[in-house]
């Protein structure tokens, strides 16, 4: 059963459709390509703002998740991050926008994310709409709590600002020189193009002042090398699986095949490489004729072959998105799609109702 802390989290306002809060936790990767640069603003500021833009599927949301949020440790009792590498001084807290908010919803919201952290109510304001002042003051307030968690700074986590609605909500958002010492304000939304007419500029307008701005796109090189990492890791046991099952049936079969032989693709993963070495000397112990023979690499060329052309039809069916690409693979590692059906996908909607991820 998820947490309250957790409930307030992923769904700060429950008249907006909620996240899968198990859905984020579970495919959650520490994204270095959008966690490295916070880091360094961080490193270098005490209080300030931060606004990472981006467009749809390429992590802000999961990223904001392992910010703020919390589970159950070794411990189940205790919660902690489910990202510890932003900051080890900072306690953070956070909203996901999924919808048009008023003022008072965001304060509200703001609110119920500082009760779930500290576990404490904060005195309720005027019936008057909210002002930037009282934001201001609501995340001073915050920060006060902060020391009693052994840490020295509180991050504070807009996530989605683009589906915020209009710009009341945004008009008491404070820009990064008014920030409360101590606090650092970090907002996503997706670019320009992707904001209803006006509201943008009229963000950009309210917080750019002072502001560190972080734009990435899906042809960020950054962004491309986490995909190939990623895809490398998360791969790599079906990768042995199968080259395991080919070398098995050589060896049942007493096929002929070319012994030895090198490839970069194994010289450049060490870790496949040494597993496989592994995974043969265990074969050739059950099949003794061919003990003292080195792992066969040209047998496996086909294989690897494969894999490249693998990485290719991912990338391309989830258009640069690593939300689809992380799909595919959790469909792939699980048994549910297979390797030869990855080329004749659709994209985009389409590709997340055949995973069951729409």
Not at 159 to 182: F, N, T
Not at 287 to 293: A, F, N, Q, T
């Amino acid at each position: 059963m998820t947490s309250p802390a957790l409930e307030v989290r992923c769904d700060p306002t429950p008249d907006l459709a909620p996240l899968d809060c198990a859905a984020l936790d579970a495919a959650y990767v520490s994204p270095t390509y959008l966690r490295t640069p916070l880091r360094e603003f961080l490193l270098t500021t005490d209080r300030g703002l931060y606004w990472l833009r981006a467009p749809a599927g390429i992590g802000k949301t999961l990223f904001v998740r392992g910010i703020i949020a919390r589970r159950p440790g070794r411990d189940p009792a205790v919660l902690e991050g489910i990202d510890s590498t932003i900051s080890s001084d900072i306690k953070a807290i956070g909203v996901h926008v999924r919808g048009p908010l008023t003022p008072q919803a965001l304060v509200a919201a703001l609110k119920d994310a500082v009760t779930a952290e500290f576990g404490v109510v904060l005195a309720e304001g005027s019936d008057a709409e909210p002002t930037q002042a009282d934001v201001l003051a609501l995340l001073g307030a915050a920060r006060e709590h902060v020391t009693t968690t052994g840490a020295k700074r509180l991050l504070v986590a807009i996530d989605g600002l683009e589906q915020i609605g209009g710009e009341s909500a945004i008009a008491v958002l404070p820009a990064a020189a008014a920030m409360p010492a101590g606090v650092v304000l970090l907002l996503t939304s997706r670019p320009a193009a992707d904001w209803p007419q006006g509201l943008f500029e009229a963000t950009a307008a309210q917080v750019g002042g002072g502001a560190v701005l972080r734009d990435i796109g899906y042809e960020d090189g950054v962004y491309t090398d986490m995909l190939r990492g990623y895809f490398k890791n998360q791969i790599r046991p079906l990768m042995r699986s199968r080259a395991v099952a080919h070398l098995t049936h050589l060896l049942e079969t007493k096929a002929s095949f070319e012994r030895g032989g090198r490839d970069n693709r194994l010289t450049n993963d060490p870790v496949l490489r040494d597993a496989l070495k592994d995974d043969w000397k265990k074969l050739t112990n059950k099949h003794p004729r061919y003990s003292g023979i080195q792992l066969p690499v040209v047998p496996l060329a086909g294989l690897l072959d494969q894999f490249d052309q693998l990485w290719v039809d991912l990338i391309d069916r989830a258009d640069r998105r690593f939300d689809d690409l992380s799909a595919m693979i959790r469909a792939l590692s699980a048994g549910s799609l297979q390797v030869e059906e990855v080329a004749g996908l659709p994209k985009g909607a389409d590709l997340r109702a055949r995973l069951g991820t729409a």
